[in-house]
């Protein structure tokens, strides 16, 4: 799940980056309308939850900008809780509306009920579950399984599993994985993204026939499927 947080207050952001990156989310973030609009229109995320009171470019504008190019769900933040602020979003396009305070458990059945609403089915909605060959992720129960055979992942490898599975058959950086999956920018020193590789390796290729995470040497790793005799 691929999530926009366009979001002004540090802490409130913090908070919220922090918690959906420890369920799996790989979250983007703006702190600024301006950059927000330009993230919700260049990025390709499966939702995007947008500040209301925002420096540069207020909640409203950014949503107007948003609606001219795309329909990804959008559920909105605010400290207003006015009728006509909520209703002046929804009409605006806006998918979900809560108001600040809340309870960081009532935004993720938010984000579950969004997604669900959304489906694979329309331009620009979110999908639920991405496919790889028998290989299966569900985003919004968080469970992998392959060829019917259920996998257990941490939250990081679910991280990792899924931008590989959204980008499939195209070669991604280890700074890449490490900066969305990590937060982090890529150490030369370090071999964290090798290591969580080879765990997801052993988690859903190796118990199975054919491999389809990828190593393409000097540049990084790839999810695609090559044939069961294909090196790796």
Known sequence: MRILLIEDEPRLGDYLHKGLREQGGIVDRANNGIDGRHLALEGDYDLILLDVMLPGLDGFGVLAALREKRQTP???LTARDAVEDRVRGLQGGADDYLVKPFAFSELLARIQALLRRGGP???GRAATELLAGDLRLDLLKRRAERGGQRIDLTAKEFALLSLLMRRQGE????TLLAEQVWDMHFDSDTNLVDVAVRRLRAKVDEPFGEPLV????GMGYVLESRGAAAPR
Do not use: D, N, Y
């Open 74 to 76: 959008v559920l909105m």
């Open 171 to 174: 070669v991604l950086s280890r």
């Open 214 to 217: 990828h190593t393409v040497r």
């Open 121 to 123: 089915g329309g331009p």
